[in-house]
Each structure stands twice: as structure tokens, then as C-alpha cells.
């Protein structure tokens, strides 16, 4: 029998807000932190994402998750640009799940947050990096995250650093809500967190050195003033070094410690990395700036402005395991929830669809360049974006499609009143008119700028 909550059915045009999952667990996590489940709508035969539906406060959510299975960047995109086809309203996004921490900054547990750092975007794609010498050089570049959500990380850090964070009360109420989840999806005491194994091993090491230390002393004190009374065996080392010890840890168990937020910049690639030696390498690359590790936040940034937030479940190196992994889900979606609770509508609808960083692609060009003409269509349908604009490498969109062949997409800037006459460089121009002379000659197309 469906809930009242679930009785509710609204049109695709009132969701705004996207939600995109790599595991069948993170989505387990995104719809746990749902304050109400909306009813599905149909969807076109052409997209083959499915959809859970919600809301979290005024915001419409839809929830996707890849296909099963299916991991990296390029899955991530086409999941994206099928649900931004679909649901022709949604304005940000969010990625949300697990990654890999960079010990020691970040701990199991702990909650990353994408955004720009040290002349960096808040991703990089790290697999698409030249390799000289050894040393990563970067050949491209990812646009920053929404403002809107930027502004509103700010407001949030701001309410942390004075009140804390929500998420302990989230994770309360998803043990009231869902007490089947309980179990795998909050934090066991029984957790171990290896890099708390290895600071007890090195401490516990430590004292033991000491303690031989100062036992060798007293012995030498006794020889020499012939307290022959007084033996070593009566200090009981190791009594001493057990009651250091429970100063330090209980054997690597991870005590309760409250989850910490961490904001800066995520590397993504298609590759699993679990090499703590290559993970610091990488680390040291982009300046010592990167907190996580994941495999699909790179395919989204250019044409699903989102903001990417991964809990970490494993340091990236030979000790990769998956005891984490719902926990971590479950506080990244409840920093989401929260995160959510600082977008403010009419943030939402101001989202700008020709955002463009310095060294960029518009969300136009990028389309452009992978040919999607769907999105192209959508981008241009909003009104809002300049389709004589010149990219940073001087060509206008027109031109950028001509010299790729996306022939569906010059189709559609031609009936959308493009300037045929905009000039570029030579070749582009050359490219646009072998592109024009195609169309009319075809009467496929009537361009009407100018008419």
C-alpha cells in the first residue's frame, strides 16, 4: 500500500535538482535521506536511466544511479545527459558517494567536498594528465561548480564552525526510518581504520624503546649505589607501557570520533588506484591539494554543473576493502541533505547554462565537441546562451561543429538563427561555409538571421 508520500505526483518540468549515484548502495543512502518519495513519471523510450523521485525541503530531487556494473567517467556523462534530457528543469547536480582518502589529511569516514583550490577547479581529471618525465602535466581543464552552490558551502561552513553539522542528527533519523539499514549503513565500533593500526604499532613501538631506555638507567643507578635491593623486574615495564598504551588507542578500534568535513579538490580518473605510493605522487602533482579519489565526477563537471561529495571508505592503497563503504555513503548523503537546506530556490532557477570558467568550455561547446545534439537543442531552448560566442580558442559554436562533422548539431544553430556571416580564423570560416553551401544545398535548412 503507497504512503501519503507516495501518493505525490508532480511534473517534470518542477524538478530541479539532479542527484547522481555510482553503487546501488549510495543510491540506497541518497533515498534514505528523502523526506518524501514522489510518484514515477514515464519517461521516453530513449532513456535508459531509472529514476527515483523526492524531495528534501522545497527542493524536487531525481535520483539516478549507473547501470550495474558500469563505473568511470563516460558512464557517469551519459547517466547525466540522459537525465538532463528528461527532466529539461533540473539546474544543479549533485554527485554523491564513496572515494578514497589522501591519509593524513582526511580519515575513514570523513566527508570530502569539490571545490576550487590552489588555481584548480574543485575536479581534475587526473587520466587525461600528459606524463613527462615522470610528473603529471595537465592538457585540459573542468569548469568550477555552480556559484549558487559555492555560496552556499560558504553560509554552511559558517553554521559548522558555530553549531556544527547535521549529520549525526540525519544519521538518528535514519535509524528510526529505516532500522533495517542501521546495522551496514551506521558506523560499527567493530570499524577498524588502518591508519589507526599503524599510529599504535609506531607509538606503541616508541614507548617500548623508552621504557628499555629508562629501565637500563635504573639498573645502572642500582649498580653504582649498591641498592641491591632494588631491581628492575619491580618496575614492570610492561605494566607501564599497557597503561601508556590506553592513552594512545585500543589496538587500532576506531574510537568515536564526529565526522569531519573537508573541502577541496577531488582527482578523478578511470582507473582504480590502490597504490598509496602512486596516490601520493599524484598528490604532490596538483600541490598538495587533493583530498579524494574517485571515478566519475570528470565526466560531469562540463555539461552537469554539480558539486561532488564523497565520503571516505578506504585510503587508495593495498588495504582497499569495502567495510566502509555504506557508512561512508550514508554521511555523504546526509551532507548533501544538509547542503541542501542552504540552496535556496530561487538560487536554483538563477543557474546560469552559459557559465563559463577562464580557461573553459561554455556547456554549449562542450556539446558541441561531443556531438550531442539533444543537449545542444535543450541549452539553446533556455534563451540564455550566446550562440555567437567565441570560445577561448577563437572559434564560434558554428565553426566548432562544422570542422568536428556533427551535421545534427549544425543543423540545429542554422534553424536557430545563428550569424553565417561571424568570422573566426580562416579555416573555421572556410569550414563554416562548406557547411552552409551543405545545408542549403540539401533545403534542409532555412536560415533565418538576417531574412
Aim: proline residues 6%.
Amino acid at each position: 500500500m503507497a504512503t501519503q508520500a507516495d501518493t505525490l505526483s508532480k511534473s517534470r518540468s518542477e524538478y530541479t535538482v539532479g542527484w547522481i549515484c555510482a553503487l546501488p548502495k549510495e543510491q540506497t543512502a541518497a533515498m534514505a535521506m528523502l523526506d518524501k518519495k514522489h510518484l514515477d513519471l514515464p519517461q521516453p523510450s530513449n532513456d535508459h536511466n531509472i529514476y527515483t523521485l523526492g524531495s528534501i525541503g522545497k527542493h524536487n530531487i531525481v535520483i539516478a544511479c549507473l547501470p550495474k556494473g558500469r563505473y568511470g567517467t563516460n558512464s557517469a556523462a551519459t547517466v547525466a545527459t540522459q537525465m538532463v534530457r528528461t527532466f529539461p528543469s533540473i539546474k544543479i547536480g549533485l554527485l554523491v558517494g564513496i572515494g578514497g582518502g589522501i591519509p593524513p589529511k582526511v580519515r575513514l569516514g570523513d566527508v570530502v567536498v569539490s571545490t576550487p583550490v590552489g588555481g584548480f577547479p574543485g575536479v581534475v581529471q587526473w587520466d587525461i594528465s600528459k606524463t613527462k618525465d615522470g610528473n603529471f602535466e595537465r592538457t585540459g581543464s573542468l569548469n568550477n561548480p555552480p556559484t549558487s552552490l559555492l555560496t552556499a558551502l560558504t553560509e554552511l561552513e559558517t553554521e559548522h564552525d558555530l553549531n556544527g553539522t547535521k549529520i549525526p542528527e540525519f544519521l538518528d533519523e535514519l535509524k528510526l526510518k529505516w532500522p533495517r539499514l542501521a546495522p551496514r549503513y551506521l558506523k560499527c565500533d567493530s570499524y577498524e581504520d588502518p591508519l589507526h593500526i599503524h599510529e599504535f604499532h609506531h607509538s606503541q613501538s616508541r614507548w617500548k624503546t623508552i621504557l628499555t631506555l629508562w629501565e637500563m638507567i635504573l639498573a645502572l643507578v642500582t649498580y653504582l649505589f649498591g641498592w641491591r635491593e632494588f631491581t628492575p623486574s619491580q618496575s614492570r615495564p610492561e605494566q607501564v607501557a599497557s597503561n601508556a598504551m590506553d592513552t594512545i588507542g585500543d589496538g587500532g578500534q576506531h574510537k568515536p570520533r564526529h565526522v569531519r568535513v573537508h573541502y577541496g579538490l577531488i582527482a578523478s580518473g578511470n582507473q582504480v588506484i590502490k597504490d598509496a605510493i602512486f596516490r601520493d605522487k599524484l598528490d604532490r602533482e596538483f600541490g598538495g591539494h587533493i583530498l579524494c579519489v574517485e571515478m566519475e565526477a570528470a565526466g560531469l563537471m562540463n555539461n552537469f554543473p554539480c558539486i561532488v561529495i564523497r565520503g571516505i571508505c578506504d585510503y587508495a592503497d593495498s588495504h582497499k576493502n569495502k567495510e566502509w563503504q555504506e557508512h561512508a555513503a550514508t554521511v555523504a548523503a546526509a551532507f548533501a541533505k544538509e547542503l541542501l537546506e542552504y540552496v535556496q530556490p530561487p538560487d536554483v532557477d538563477e543557474v546560469n547554462p552559459d557559465f563559463r570558467d577562464s580557461d573553459g568550455p561554455t556547456p554549449l561547446s562542450f556539446a558541441l565537441l561531443k556531438g550531442h545534439e539533444s543537449v545542444v537543442e535543450r541549452l539553446v531552448a533556455t534563451g540564455k546562451v550566446d550562440q555567437d560566442s567565441k570560445g577561448s580558442n577563437e572559434q564560434t559554436p558554428l565553426s566548432l561543429a562544422a570542422e568536428h562533422g556533427h551535421e545534427a548539431v549544425v543543423m540545429v544553430l542554422l534553424n536557430e538563427c545563428v550569424d553565417l556571416e561571424s568570422k573566426d580564423t580562416l579555416w573555421a570560416e572556410a569550414a563554416i561555409v562548406g557547411c552552409t553551401e551543405w545545408a542549403r544545398g540539401s533545403g534542409q535548412a532555412s536560415p533565418r538571421k538576417g531574412s
